[in-house]
Nanobody, 125 residues
Framework: QVQLVESGGGSIQTGGSLRLSCSTS????????MGWYRQAPGKERELVAN???????NYGDSVKGRFTISRDIAKNKVYLQMNNLQVEDTAVYYC???????????????????WGQGTQVTVSS
């Protein structure tokens, strides 16, 4: 069976952008569904984005307008462009595909979004 390998994760400040890549050992042309899920510590895995039959796309409510899924058939890759990243986007992102009735998932790539530079003051009473 084909194998999926994610890359492109890392640490970035809020408002920044990253592009995740998913490389497959086989062709993605035969994939009925391809997409991305993510899971943060202590939270359930959630759908980020997927593409059905290379046409229709679906996005999780929290990423609509900020993330874009795309594919490159010639290179057998699927991408996730992530713009205006927020702290809550921090998670492990997994590439997944449905090929010939079998669901395949990669090992994941970590995305960590942190606050930008500045001085934080804590006030208590």
């Amino acid at each position: 069976q084909v194998q999926l390998v994610e890359s492109g994760g890392g640490s970035i400040q809020t408002g920044g952008s990253l592009r995740l890549s998913c490389s497959t050992s086989g062709t993605i042309y035969s994939a009925t569904t391809m997409g991305w899920y993510r899971q943060a510590p202590g939270k359930e895995r959630e759908l980020v984005a997927n593409m059905i039959n290379g046409a229709n796309t679906n996005y999780g409510d929290s990423v609509k307008g900020r993330f874009t899924i795309s594919r490159d058939i010639a290179k057998n890759k699927v991408y996730l462009q992530m713009n205006n990243l927020q702290v809550e986007d921090t998670a492990v992102y997994y590439c997944n595909m449905l090929i010939r009735g079998h669901r395949i998932r990669g090992q994941g790539t970590q995305v960590t979004v942190t606050w930008g530079q500045g001085t934080q003051v804590t006030v208590s009473s």
